[in-house]
Structures are given as C-alpha cells and as structure tokens.
C-alpha cells in the first residue's frame, strides 16, 4: 500500500510505537503459552478514537497502518486482534469503509475490525477480554474530549494491559482552562504535566514536537501511557522521547502552567 502523508514525523512515530507495541505483545502471547502460563495474554485490541476517512492524497491513515501491522503480527505470532475504529461524520466512515475495503472480508478467524459510525463517548461499554494487550490512539479533532474518555479507560481494570497513544497539542489544554471553566480537563488538570499524573498509567513518554510541524513551533506533541516497562528502552531517548521531568525546558514549558513551572502547582 502506498505511504501516508499526513505528517511525515507523526506517521513515522506512530508507527513506531504501533510497531513495538504490537510485536511485544505477540512475543510474549507465544512465550508464554510456550510455558503454558495462566495470564497468557487473550488477543491485541486496537481502539482508534479518531479514525478519520482512513486517508489522505497519495496515502493512508492510521486504520490502514494498524491492520496492516496487526495482520503481519498475527502471520508471525498467531495473536488474534480485535480493531475497534470510530469515526462520528458520516462521509468519512463511509470513506473510511471504502479504503478499508478488502480487509473487512478477509478477517483471520478469531480477529475482527469493527467501524462505529458515531461519537466514541461508549467506548468503555466495548466487551475487551481479560488479558488482552493493546493500544487505544486518539488523535482529536480539537477540545479535550479525549481526556476524559482516556481517563475513564485507565482506571477500568481491563485496560490494564492497554497502552494509550495520543496526539495533541499541550498548549490547549491550558488554553480552555483559562476561557472555559467547563471544559472536561478541568476534572483532571490544568496542564499536560497534571492529566499525565491523573491517568492511570505508570509510565508515561513525551515526544518534543518537531520544528514547524503541523500549525507553529511547538505546539503538537505525540504522549504515550503505558503500565509495560520492558517496552522502555534507550531507543526511546534516541528518537527525542522524555519523561516529562528529563524533557527539554522547552517542552516543560508549554507542559507546564507557569504556577507549576514555579513549584507552586
């Protein structure tokens, strides 16, 4: 299939991460049903709560990635996924389904790919299997919607094992704090640095965003969540991935209210 272009960088951490999730959890579904373990790992579940039309001019989105990574996982580990994609407009799940196209019929038995046509605020009534491993991505449109919902996932115990990978802009985060006392991330934070800790996730990475990346300087960074600590290696740092207190004072401070950034926060 031909590469995407949405942002060369963005794709190419995604699937990064995708990758390293998804070829850990089916090394460690084949050691240890080799070993005959009881919490061997169930299936891999991908939850895109973003899907989008599923591509772009000369290429594909994160859908297509994903499938196209879980199904090789799958060929190499036998793991079983399941693929939850959401994607609330209309013309671009019906897009979407289209580009999709011949990978909803040619489903390995036991896997499924499943398009949700409407807002994903019901994504913490999806039936995940105990022991299951995975990845939910939110890459929103705008707001902070996708605070809350990751939130209510965390603390859920079948996530456990589910890692989060979300694509955002820090600097709005305080942004709507200041203009909108309602907004949702008023309930977990006033800042990156503050919904990271609120998330149940015990390790957590940062990428500083790359110069002139999508609208100005500094201003969209992807974040992973995760409770697996064999995935953190020094390939993280090597590809400019932080914990949040190493992370340059440029990423700190758009993170960071600058009552945090004070020691006052």
């Known amino acids: 299939m031909k590469e995407s272009t949405w942002s060369p960088n963005k794709k190419r951490e995604f699937r990064r991460v995708f990758d390293k999730v998804a070829y850990t959890a089916g090394a460690i579904f084949v050691k240890k049903q080799h070993m005959?373990?009881?919490?061997?790992?169930?299936?891999?579940?991908?939850?895109?709560?973003?899907?989008?039309?599923?591509?772009?001019?000369g290429g594909w989105g994160s859908p297509v990635i994903a499938i196209e990574t879980l199904a090789a996982v799958y060929e190499k580990f036998a793991l079983p996924y399941h693929i939850h994609l959401y994607e609330k407009e209309t013309v671009d799940a019906k897009r979407l389904k289209i580009i999709l196209g011949k990978a909803l019929e040619h489903v390995p038995k036991g896997c499924s790919i499943n398009l949700y046509v409407r807002d994903n605020d019901d994504v913490v009534n999806l039936q995940i299997l105990d022991?299951?491993?995975?990845?939910?991505?939110?890459?929103?449109?705008?707001?902070?919607?996708?605070?809350?919902?990751?939130?209510?996932?965390?603390?859920?115990?079948?996530?456990?094992?589910?890692?989060?990978?979300?694509?955002?802009?820090?600097?709005?985060?305080?942004?709507?704090?200041?203009?909108?006392?309602?907004c949702t991330t008023c309930l977990i934070g006033t800042s990156l640095d503050n919904c990271i800790n609120n998330i149940d996730k015990e390790f957590c990475k940062v990428r500083e965003p790359d110069v002139g990346e999508r609208h100005s300087i500094w201003q969209w960074a992807l974040v992973f969540l995760s409770n697996n600590r064999t995935l953190f290696d020094t390939e993280w740092k090597k590809h400019r991935w932080y914990n949040m207190k190493d992370s340059p004072i440029r990423l700190q401070k758009l993170a960071k209210t600058n009552k945090e950034l004070a020691g006052c926060g």
């Open 36 to 57: 005959l373990l009881e919490h061997t790992p169930t299936c891999f579940v991908y939850i895109d709560l973003y899907s989008g039309d599923g591509g772009h001019p």
């Open 131 to 182: 022991g299951a491993m995975g990845l939910v991505y939110a890459d929103p449109y705008g707001g902070c919607e996708w605070a809350k919902v990751l939130l209510a996932l965390s603390v859920d115990k079948k996530y456990e094992k589910i890692d989060m990978l979300v694509d955002l802009n820090p600097s709005s985060i305080k942004r709507n704090q200041g203009k909108n006392q309602k």
